[in-house]
């Protein structure tokens, strides 16, 4: 079982939808938590971190982290579809430089 | 440049012959990494440096695979005898600092081995 799950998708939502995209993590000891957003045939994109439990919230992005039930989830506002988009999660365990990513969800935001 | 980055953005070779592929990371970033990424998945760990030192290689699937950052800068990933299943997407990405910092990608080279 890989350390970081999600849901391949793809997610579908309307233009204007609340998007939420959920993973989920194996190791206790994770402490740094990644939302990274990649369009097809280009590199990953930056959307928000997150280290403390709570939500981030930053514009129209919304980062939820419960490490008791080990999860982060990434709410999109508004949706646009220009935020169609593969969805990557990923993961630092405490003691660790190395992020283990999900294999990241497919969301399809349709006019 | 203001981003990482890499070349060749393509890269076609015939299987066992030696690739090298390049990762230019933004301008004083100390941190650097070398992804793989396949179609469908998110990327793999390969290896990771800080400056000229290579602290981390678990992720290199053989001894095919060579990788360098001789000046703390450029970084080189180089692959020998290549085989079909070396085919993906290679990605470099750097960070500012050590530690948990957010990393920055570059826009990866499509390598396909024929």
């Known amino acids: 079982q890989k350390e970081v799950e999600q849901n391949s998708g793809p997610l579908s939502v309307p233009e204007g939808a609340i998007a939420s995209l959920n993973c989920t993590y194996s190791d206790r000891g994770s402490q740094s938590f990644f939302w990274y957003r990649q369009y097809s045939g280009k590199s990953p994109e930056l959307i928000m971190f997150i280290y403390s439990n709570g939500d981030k919230e930053d514009g129209r992005f919304t980062a939820q982290l419960n490490k008791a039930s080990q999860y982060v989830s990434l709410l999109i506002r508004d949706s646009q579809p220009s935020d169609s988009a593969t969805y990557l999660c990923a993961v630092i365990t405490g003691g660790s430089y190395i992020p283990t990513f999900g294999r990241g969800t497919s969301l399809i935001v349709h006019p | 440049g203001a981003g990482v980055s890499q070349s060749p953005r393509y890269k076609v070779a015939k299987r066992g012959q030696d690739v090298a592929l390049r990762c230019d990371p933004i301008s004083g970033h100390v941190s650097l990494f070398w992804y793989q990424q396949a179609l469908g998945q998110g990327p793999e760990f390969l290896t990771y440096?800080?400056?000229?030192?290579?602290?981390?290689k678990s992720g290199l699937p053989s001894d095919r695979f060579f990788a360098e950052r001789p000046e703390g800068s450029v970084s080189t990933l180089k692959i020998q005898r290549t085989q079909q299943e070396d085919s993906a997407v290679y990605l470099c990405?750097?960070?500012?600092?050590?530690?948990?910092?957010?990393?920055?990608f570059g826009d990866g080279t499509r390598l396909s081995i024929l």
């Open positions: 440096f800080q400056n000229e030192a290579q602290l981390d």
């Open positions: 990405a750097s960070s500012s600092t050590t530690g948990t910092q957010p990393q920055h």
